[in-house]
């Protein structure tokens, strides 16, 4: 088996909207002495994609709907915040004072519909005012970006989106999938034999949030300026995967 290896791509600019993904990585890779190979996967963070995809919303033109205020009061957060994660769920799951947990419109829990304020600069107005929202589609994003690298390259990757969730059993934050394009989100290993001989039952490997996480260590949680990880010597084959797969249906999910 070959080595696992994450290397930073360093000195990708502030990205704003309209900005070319695409094209800004594989100046980068270039200029970083990255060349891809077959089977190479591009692993961004979240903030990028949605930044250059204007996702981009100040408070000041968000007007709160009652059931807004009502929640908002509740949970002890700006109702025009509330708003705007209500408008990005399916459904509120939980709230306390200082989080509400939402069914995203994807399809993952999270707090706060995934709408952060860090690192977040608009246009104009006070900085405090913008938010940032997740990308409409993470799925379509990294596919849009995964089919511009390969024609310009000629090599089959891999381009993950990546976020930091809270989890509801332990402390702290970690990287997650939430869109990918030419990974496996879940690989199988039902049937596979262990090293004693034992027919594995129910073991499927999260892969796609296995190496979120790994990446999510690279990029940092602060002001390392490291939103794009190259990973090469992913332990399972590519293939076309969509991030539904790793979707928990609600008639097993014990805890919902």
């Avoid at 405090?128 to 929202?133: A, C, G, P, R, T």
């Avoid at 199988?188 to 034992?198: A, N, V």
Wanted: proline share 7%.
């Amino acid at each position: 088996m070959q080595p696992l290896v994450f290397t930073p791509v360093p000195n990708i600019p502030l990205i704003r909207p309209g900005d070319d993904l695409a094209s800004i990585l594989l100046d980068q890779l270039v200029a970083a002495g990255i060349d891809l190979v077959n089977g190479d996967i591009i692993v961004l963070a979240q903030k990028i994609v949605s930044k250059a995809e204007n996702r981009l919303v100040n408070l000041q033109d968000v007007t709160p709907s009652p059931g807004a205020l009502e929640l908002g009061t509740a949970a002890e957060k700006d109702p025009r915040l509330v708003e705007l994660m209500l408008q990005e769920s399916r459904s509120v799951l939980r709230y306390r004072p200082g989080t509400i947990i939402v069914e995203h419109k994807a399809g993952f829990v999270c707090a706060n519909a995934g709408i952060d304020h860090s690192n977040v600069e608009g246009p104009y107005g006070n900085p405090e005012d913008w938010v940032l929202l997740l990308p409409e589609n993470a799925d379509e994003s990294a596919a849009r970006i995964r089919s511009v690298i390969q024609e310009q390259t000629g090599k089959q990757i891999g381009v993950m989106i990546i976020d930091s969730h809270g989890r509801a059993w332990r402390v702290g934050t970690v990287g997650v999938s939430i869109g990918f394009s030419g990974i496996p989100g879940l690989v199988d290993l039902r049937g596979q034999p262990d090293i004693f001989g034992y027919h594995l039952r129910a073991t499927q490997v999260a892969a796609a949030d296995e190496l979120a996480g790994s990446a999510s260590l690279v990029m940092g949680q602060a002001d390392e300026r490291i939103p794009v990880v190259h990973v090469r010597g992913f332990p399972f084959p590519l293939r076309e995967g969509h991030f539904n797969e790793l979707l928990r249906p609600p008639d097993l999910d014990l805890f919902r």
